[in-house]
């Protein structure tokens, strides 16, 4: 059973940074997608090839990844009071959802982010 372990929330002020981690574990090396939810939004995602990024965010977060870690990152930067939310890791099989809620069959815990202005 996969697993999907986020880490790097946390307090910032407005302008500030962060950086979420996402590892996965326990899913079958085969073609999958990766993507960050702000509560049931989509942020973010990326199939290895294709990027998917919301417009409120484009310019400020990127995704990356490191493969050898099974890690996908999400940084963050200059955020504002709107990002506060929590923010989740989601996986898929094969097909790519993009940004869209419904399809993603795995989920993470979350973790917590808060903008302070």
């Known amino acids: 059973q996969g697993k999907l372990l986020e880490s790097g929330g946390g307090s910032v002020q407005t302008g500030g940074s962060l950086r979420l981690s996402c590892t996965a574990s326990g899913f079958y090396d085969r073609r999958k997608c990766m993507g960050w939810f702000k509560e049931r939004e989509g942020v973010a995602a990326f199939d290895g090839e294709n990027l998917y990024y919301d417009d409120s965010v484009k310019g400020r977060f990127t995704v990356s990844e490191d493969t050898a870690q099974n890690t996908m990152y999400l940084q963050m930067d200059d955020l504002q009071p709107e990002d506060t939310a929590r923010y989740y890791c989601?996986?898929?099989?094969?097909?790519?959802?993009?940004?869209?809620?419904?399809?993603?069959?795995?989920w993470g815990q979350g973790t917590q982010v808060t903008v302070s202005s």
């Open positions: 989601v996986f898929n099989y094969d097909y790519c959802p993009g940004l869209r809620q419904t399809s993603w069959r795995y």
